[in-house]
């Protein structure tokens, strides 16, 4: 199960921002398709993509390229859109990706937490009448966010994107989303959960990274209670490319093999570590969204077998990192103070609060049936063994993520 449950564990919300997640959740009335609709079932000949720069964004455009002809803009945080192109191209090669094809991938300058996406009056209807299909990424959040950071970006962001899919052609909108929806305490008194289950009250606490999640999740479900097409991608822990070792240095997962590399100790998996390849997350997403009769659907994106316990300590020795695994409590009973200080949890002591142990929180079962029959065993499930494993850490090396972890500090 997902480490991202283990979220719960940290920064509760105050009560001043939970009162208004009321109104947060409220679609505007006039966010609403046109009473006559007009889906198209073939594939999309023009694309808006949100959080291309981003880790999953890059990767599902370059899925998008090379399994459709669509023209896809991208809408980029940067001051013009001459800086996205730049910006755009940067992230692609981060990820070694191939450049974008110019006459392919039109980046715009533009900004989720802003009207309209931060666009003109002009061009946003324009994109609303070219526009045939909406995949809308959210960035990525540490686990100690608050929910009152997140809510401009993340719920401004999604009601402008559903807005816009309202607006002019008839458009299928697709919503990525978090397995951390779940780990809210509303819902802690279910232990399984199917991908069609209701995420219905309202939650009275919880982090901002999952409630954030959830009030998004809303937002959709509204749009699609009035018609509009829509998607919802719920992702666990998504690990590097398959052939690539590419990965995202910003999150929990990258944030955990850090710390171990660091410690020389890795916390044993058992069921909580069941990440899945970015490349088979984004055809996976990008299969299902092809998919016609599959449409108007929740969809959970875990792994259909989880990697094997040995297989990221046998790379890690291989690549010159001794690891030994030791119990989820050993790991997370470790002091904050032997990691030191680290850029994407600057307090260890709370990332030291992330309960590996299940002894604390009990994760759900989430079911993926729809998935499952959905996708019928395509794409292939890349291995996920050692040599995988290696790639990953190579690429680490490479963008010098654990440069400064080759000594292993004294446990
Ligand atoms: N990675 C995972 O393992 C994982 C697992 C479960 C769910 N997810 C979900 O998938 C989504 C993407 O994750 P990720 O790992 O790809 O995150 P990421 O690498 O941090 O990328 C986030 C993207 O969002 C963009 N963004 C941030 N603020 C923006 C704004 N105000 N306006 C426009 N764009 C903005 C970022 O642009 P900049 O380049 O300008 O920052 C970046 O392109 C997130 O919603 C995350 O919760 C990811």
Redesign the pocket.
């Known amino acids: 199960m997902s480490l991202?449950f283990d979220h719960q564990s940290m920064l509760d919300t105050g009560a001043d921002v939970l009162a208004s997640l009321g109104d947060d959740v409220q679609l505007d009335q006039n966010i609403k398709p046109p009473s006559s609709l007009d889906v198209s079932s073939g594939q999309p000949a023009v694309v808006l993509l949100?959080?291309?720069?981003?880790?999953?964004?890059a990767h599902l455009l370059d899925e998008l390229l090379r399994r459709t002809f669509a023209r896809v803009y991208c809408?980029?945080?940067a001051g013009n859109d001459r800086e996205a192109v730049g910006?755009l191209g940067e992230?692609l090669n981060r990820f070694h990706l191939s450049p974008p094809p110019e006459n392919r991938v039109i980046p715009i300058a533009?900004?989720?937490?802003l009207p309209r996406l931060g666009l003109g009056h002009g061009f946003f209807n324009r994109l609303a009448s070219e526009v045939d299909a909406i995949y809308g990424?959210?960035?990525?959040?540490n686990a100690g966010q608050s929910y009152s950071t997140l809510r401009p970006?993340i719920l401004n962001?999604t009601k402008e994107l559903l807005r816009l899919a309202c607006k002019g052609r008839i458009q299928l909108y697709h919503h990525?989303s978090?397995?951390s929806v779940f780990g809210l305490p509303l819902f802690s008194d279910r232990d399984t959960w199917t991908e069609d289950d209701v995420l219905d009250g309202l939650p009275d606490k919880g982090n901002g990274f999952a409630l954030g999640?959830w009030a998004a999740e809303r937002l959709v479900r509204q749009a699609q209670d009035r018609g509009l097409p829509c998607n919802i991608y719920r992702?666990?822990?998504?690990s590097g490319h398959s052939r690539s070792g590419a990965a995202?240095t910003?999150?929990l997962?990258a944030a955990l093999i850090r710390a171990s590399l660091k410690l020389g100790r890795f916390p044993n998996p058992e069921n909580r570590f069941n990440p899945a390849p970015v490349d088979y997350i984004c055809a996976a997403v990008f299969q299902l969204s092809q998919h016609f009769r599959a449409r108007g659907k929740t969809y959970h994106m875990l792994p259909p077998k989880p990697a094997p316990t040995d297989a990221l300590p046998t790379a890690a020795g291989e690549e010159g990192f001794p690891l030994s695994i030791v119990s989820p409590e050993e790991w997370s009973d470790t002091p904050g103070a032997a990691l030191g200080r680290e850029p994407i949890y600057p307090d260890w002591q709370s990332f030291g609060r992330i309960r590996l142990a299940s002894s604390t929180v009990k994760p759900p079962r989430a079911f993926s049936r729809n998935t499952r029959e959905a996708l019928s065993g395509k794409p292939a499930f890349p291995q996920m063994d050692a040599a995988y494993y290696s790639r990953m850490l190579r690429y680490y090396r490479q963008c010098g993520f654990v440069e400064d972890v080759d000594t292993p500090c004294a446990s």
């Open positions: 991202f949100t959080g291309a720069t981003g880790f999953i964004g809408l980029v945080r910006r992230a533009g900004d989720l937490s990424i959210m960035p990525q959040t970006v962001g990525i978090c397995m999640k992702l666990g822990s998504v995202n910003r999150d997962e």
